[in-house]
């Protein structure tokens, strides 16, 4: 090991409070304390911050990191202080006192990390400061936000390349970010860099996640019985519209838990209120539309839910991707139905955007759909959308309650002549009310009920009629038209079933958890809580969330979660004992120690 490298190693156990580095971190802060510009891409949560903070503080001169992100910006300068790091940040919404601080520090060389926002770093009163300033290194988080064929495109980043060099002549550069995709890779080297940096690539597995997806039933009762399986905890639920964001939040409130809405809809003063709220207090649900996430970087968000489909597989794994960044486990559930898809299959069809994008953007959605039948495991079948192989994991819905398949030719047959005897012209729900022998009104209307048809598939419940019809569509035997209304129509594959030439099997739909609901909750809590003594831990709670309110910040500065376990669990009798449990550095040993001693020592074991 060379001697920064063990310096490093001690400031991580030091400042931070970690026992090792995380997958990836060690290689990375190696490059950088060797003075190589560096291209890091890693998925949410894996720690990327840690990479430049540490060489950071473990060399002398000032690094400066820019993002554009000003909440993340102030909780990363929040958890440095705390950590007694010098740090400081020089955004628009600074207070003046705050400024006064960071440039009385700088000027006194003991800052060791300024955020800055790109468009403050393009000020050329900034650039002229930074040049007296002894900058070592420049982190561009977010980098992505270089390249022009994402979503996040930001022109300010595109002149932090020539900004480096005005500052340092060649200052050093690192690039971070959680975007994986090639064209957006090459972009970021090419814009940011001089000559390609050294890159590394880390697994998009998140292996804490647990990956589960259920077709809409009830979908808000879905939601709440999910819910209601964490109970206290910290979680997000995605909805598609802003109508239903409010719907849920009330249902959850009913339900007596500590709900709030956000959606771009509601003032901003409430949006920003909420925002802090969910940020700053434990155990607070958000229901939100997609509007909600960037930015937040809360560790201890142990679920997400999606009440209704994610636009694709990538918004799908970065919105999941916001729960269980402490690397704990973290649950997440998403809930498909047919209505769903064809509201993005119309609004696809329906965009003013060029053919190309339309194909792009339709095989996106079907990689999604697929995702969503998937009949392996669910990360396999993720991963692979991302490139990765890997075994089948043990934390997926498909790993623990498995797939059953069966030969459903017939039942393909029937869905497919209730489509075809009916002219080819209606939607979902009409042709299961004809196979279950529900006489609707408008099976009446049509006099659908006198057809052979009518009542064929009486043995299943209309829920796994659905369910066909959606494998039938994501196996391509049957196709709806989504500018006549949805109707459906068989296509040429689906004509060699319904001959009876071909053969098709599909899975069996899920069974909804009956009498495991109690067991999979206790099961879950314990695997968080394990051996820790839960009165404690709850007194532990109590003390952190006093302390993180006197001073005015999120619980998780004080303590994560994991931290709080620990000591639960291990009840240090001393300072220098607790001084050994995950996440507690000399500065926060220094600040809290005694108060959770005292908690510890006050509570009887168990
Ligand atoms: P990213 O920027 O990659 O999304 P962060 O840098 O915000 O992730 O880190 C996510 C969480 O992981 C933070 O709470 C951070 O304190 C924690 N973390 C980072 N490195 C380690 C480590 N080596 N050991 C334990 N926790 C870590
Ligand atoms: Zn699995």
């Not at 647990?210 to 879905?222: N, P, V, W």
């Not at 399986?229 to 959850?252: D, F, M, N, Q, W």
């Not at 139905?337 to 953007?361: A, H, N, Y």
């Not at 009310?433 to 009542?455: C, E, M, W």
């Amino acid at each position: 090991m060379s001697a920064s490298l063990a310096t490093a190693h001690d400031l991580l156990h030091s400042v931070f409070g970690f026992g090792g580095f995380r997958p990836g971190q060690e290689e990375i802060v190696q490059a950088v304390l060797d003075g190589e510009d560096v291209l890091a891409i890693m998925p949410t949560g894996s720690g990327k911050s840690l990479c430049y903070q540490l060489p950071a503080i473990a060399r002398p001169g000032l690094t400066v990191v820019v993002s554009p992100l000003i909440a993340l910006m102030r909780d990363q300068v929040r958890a440095l202080s705390a950590a007694g790091v010098a740090a400081g940040s020089l955004n628009s919404s600074n207070e003046p006192a705050e400024n006064g601080r960071v440039m009385k520090l700088l000027r006194q060389r003991e800052l060791r990390l300024l955020y800055v926002a790109p468009e403050r770093l393009a000020r050329p009163d900034t650039v002229e400061m930074l040049c007296e300033s002894d900058v070592r290194l420049m982190a561009i988080d977010e980098a992505h936000c270089v390249s022009q064929w994402g979503h996040d495109f930001r022109p300010e980043y595109l002149s932090l390349g020539t900004l480096g060099r005005q500052i340092g002549g060649k200052l050093q550069t690192m690039a971070l970010t959680a975007t994986a995709d090639g064209p957006t890779r090459s972009d970021i080297a090419d814009k940011l860099f001089d000559k390609p940096p050294r890159t590394f690539v880390r697994s998009f597995d998140r292996p804490n996640l647990k990956l589960a997806f259920r077709s809409k039933e009830r979908s808000s009762r879905q939601v709440v019985a999910f819910v209601r399986e964490h109970p206290a905890e910290s979680g997000i639920v995605y909805c598609a519209s802003r109508r239903k964001v409010e719907e849920l939040a009330e249902t959850l409130r009913k339900e007596g838990v500590d709900a709030l809405p956000y959606h771009a809809g509601l003032d901003k003063a409430v949006r920003d209120r909420n925002q802090d709220t969910f940020q700053q207090k434990d155990g607070v649900v958000m229901t939100a539309t997609v509007a909600f996430g960037m930015g937040i970087d809360k560790p201890d968000v142990r679920f997400v839910c999606h009440a209704d489909l994610p636009a694709n597989v990538e918004a799908y794994y970065q919105e999941i991707g916001r729960a269980g960044r402490d690397g704990l486990p973290a649950d997440t559930l998403t809930l498909y139905g047919l209505g769903d898809m064809q509201l993005r299959r119309m609004q696809i069809e329906q965009s003013e955007t060029p053919d190309e994008r339309k194909r792009v953007e339709r095989q996106r959605l079907n990689a999604l759909l697929a995702l969503a039948e998937a009949p392996r495991c669910r990360r396999q079948t993720l991963l692979a959308y991302f490139g990765e192989s890997s075994e089948p994991c043990g934390n997926c819905d498909l790993c623990q309650e498995g797939v059953e398949r069966f030969d459903a030719t017939i039942e393909a047959q029937k869905a497919m002549s209730a489509i075809v005897r009916t002219g080819e012209r209606f939607g979902m729900e009409h042709l299961v009310a004809i196979l279950t022998g529900d006489s609707t009104d408008n099976v009446q209307r049509y006099n659908h009920h006198k057809l052979p048809t009518f009542g064929v598939g009486k043995d299943r419940k209309a829920a796994e009629w659905r369910s066909i019809f959606r494998q039938l569509s994501a196996t391509g035997l049957i196709q709806q038209d989504f500018l006549e209304h949805g109707r459906w129509f068989v296509t040429d594959a689906g004509w060699q079933v319904l001959k009876g030439s071909q053969r098709i099997e599909l899975r069996k739909e899920m069974a909804q958890p009956k009498t495991s609901r109690r067991e999979k909750k206790a099961a879950a809590a314990s695997l968080v809580v394990g051996d820790a003594d839960s009165a404690l831990l709850t007194a532990l709670k109590g003390l952190r969330a006093k302390l993180a309110q006197a001073q005015r910040v999120p619980a998780y500065v004080v303590f994560s979660d994991r931290t709080l376990i620990e000591l639960a669990t291990h009840r240090p009798d001393s300072l220098r004992a607790m001084r050994e449990i995950h996440g507690v550095g000399d500065a926060k040993l220094e600040r809290y120690g005694a108060a959770f001693l005292e908690v510890i020592q006050g509570s009887a074991s168990p």
